[in-house]
């Protein structure tokens, strides 16, 4: 009995936590999705949110989560594995997490000068003939920013798990004959596939609900449901319709885990 009352103790903090800063903030916004932009209660916001135009934009946060993620795991795979062949792995590991210690807005305004008119990604393309091109507000521009951004956090799980990786499996595969590409086919990738998992987590999850880069990056090309939470609530004071997109979207990432969660 005295075990579990110290481990209830030790336990009581977390709880609280979670209620002050989970639970509770997910309840709130239940709540204010039940009521429209006059305060009355209602279920019409949860009607709306399927007509065309939310579907639409549902699809297309979807879609370029999808893109972030997928650009993210194919320089993050490689990367993380080159990192475990290197010497001074702690030093390059510290070298990708310090662009995150970076506040996420001054990281995207310094993209706003290099994808500018007269930016040094322009003054490159001038260089090798290709002349200026319009970078900014363009897929492309979102696309780059939101994987550069988003890159150490698919690299890392990796790393760890390809550093969990018992070597001598590799070896034995190799030693019965398995080419390159069929040991990471049926050895390497297999049993860093929780780390890849992890990663994607990590990636697609906070991609669904991008605003700030896709305001200043990709200017209206692209309208997510996180530009349209922002827009509800900052400039139509619809509070309700924005709380309702919140949830879907709590919902959406709910799924993704349970889909991507260990099952061990």
């Not at 400039?235 to 924005?242: A, H, L, N, R, S």
Request: with cysteine; charged share 10%; hydrophobic share 55%.
């Amino acid at each position: 009995m005295q075990n579990r009352a110290i481990r209830n103790v030790y336990f009581a903090p977390y709880l609280l936590w979670i209620l002050l800063f989970v639970a509770a903030p997910i309840a709130l916004i239940v709540y204010y999705s039940l009521f429209d932009i006059e305060g009355h209660f209602t279920f019409q916001n949860y009607a709306s949110f399927f007509t065309p135009v939310y579907l639409r934009m549902t699809i297309s946060s979807f879609w370029y989560a999808f893109l972030i993620t997928l650009f993210s795991l194919l320089v993050a795979y490689p990367t993380a594995y080159l990192l475990t062949k290197t010497k001074h792995k702690q030093l390059w590991i510290l070298l990708i997490i310090l662009p995150t210690w970076i506040n996420l807005l001054l990281k995207t305004y310094a993209f706003l000068g290099i994808f500018g008119t007269y930016g040094p990604a322009n003054a490159v393309l001038e260089m090798v003939g290709i002349g200026q091109q319009q970078i900014l507000f363009t897929d492309f521009s979102f696309v780059f920013v939101s994987v550069y951004i988003f890159i150490p956090f698919m690299i890392l799980p990796i790393f760890n798990a390809l550093e969990e990786m018992n070597p001598s499996l590799t070896a034995a595969a190799r030693d019965l004959g398995a080419s390159s590409w069929m040991t990471f086919r049926r050895v390497v990738f297999p049993l860093t596939l929780d780390g890849v998992k992890a990663g994607c987590q990590a990636v697609f999850i906070p991609s669904l609900s991008l605003f700030m880069i896709t305001r200043l990056i990709a200017g209206n090309r692209v309208i997510s449901l996180g530009t349209a939470i922002e827009q509800h609530f900052l400039v139509t004071q619809d509070w309700g319709m924005g709380a309702t997109i919140a949830v879907f979207l709590i919902i959406a990432m709910a799924i993704i885990m349970i889909l991507t969660g260990n099952r061990k």
